[in-house]
């Protein structure tokens, strides 16, 4: 019969594995606290490069002149007087129409009932609309026929083919013809909130896009008017 030997001692004592989990823990909470002052260092960061100041600014957008509130221009160098740009990002507050205006709580003094919308403006010939696109890769994307969806808009399902995931087409037709409608693609991710993005055609160069919460789908007609008149006034007269 062979003999039975025990193990040696290994020496290890219970508190150094409760010192090194204490180790960890705090080592987990400071690299937690760095991630959330580097965010909130981000936010203000951002604050300051925006300005609360409306001064009408004028641009050069493609071989356009184009006039927009400062306000409306998070981007410090698209709001230099005669600037040369191909694109342009502005944000706007929907329904009042108005820009950032300063730093007062977290949402500037953005009431409840306002909404931040981002608005793109594009010197380009070749991007097209989303009606543009509808007789072309929309309908062939899309599954099954149009249902009468939010604010009376047609809606087209487009999650059925590849490509086109958690997207639905919003559209109007008034029997004057697509092309002349409202029309907006919408994605729905199961963990952010819906949003929507519409653009119009001012011009044969020039495209303007917005992107809103699906929440103003409702509003669309009040909506889009108000869009179209700001694009409008932005441009000379």
């Given at each position: ?12 004592r ?10 960890l ?16 260092e ?22 356009r ?27 706007v ?14 949402r ?13 403006l ?6 097209e ?24 808009l047609?809606?087209?399902d ?7 995931s958690?997207d ?15 029309a ?10 819906a ?17 809103f ?16 008149a700001?694009?409008?006034s932005?441009?000379?007269?």
């Amino acid at each position: 019969m062979m003999p039975v030997t025990l193990p040696k001692a290994t020496g290890y004592r219970p508190f150094h594995s409760a010192l090194i989990l204490t180790l960890l823990v705090l080592l987990t909470l400071a690299y937690i606290a760095k991630m959330i002052g580097g965010w909130i260092e981000q936010a203000a960061t951002q604050a300051e490069l925006r300005t609360a100041e409306a001064r009408l600014v004028t641009l050069w957008l493609g071989d356009r002149k184009v006039t927009v509130p400062m306000n409306m221009l998070p981007k410090p160098e698209q709001r230099k007087e005669g600037s040369f740009h191909e694109r342009l990002t502005l944000e706007v507050n929907w329904p009042s129409m108005t820009g950032y205006a300063g730093t007062s709580g977290n949402r500037g003094n953005r009431t409840a009932a306002e909404m931040p919308i981002t608005v793109e403006l594009m010197a380009s010939r070749k991007v097209e609309t989303v009606m543009e696109r509808m007789d072309t890769m929309l309908r062939r994307l899309a599954a099954g026929k149009p249902q009468v969806g939010q604010g009376g808009l047609y809606m087209l399902d487009m999650s059925g083919k590849a490509g086109a995931s958690e997207d639905v087409l919003f559209y109007e037709d008034d029997g004057t013809g697509l092309e002349t409608g409202f029309a907006a693609r919408c994605r729905l991710p199961k963990d952010a909130p819906a949003s929507c993005l519409r653009d119009m055609r001012l011009a044969p160069d020039l495209v303007a896009s917005y992107r809103f919460d699906m929440k103003l789908l409702s509003s669309w007609g009040r909506l889009d008017r108000q869009m179209g008149a700001l694009f409008e006034s932005f441009l000379p007269h």
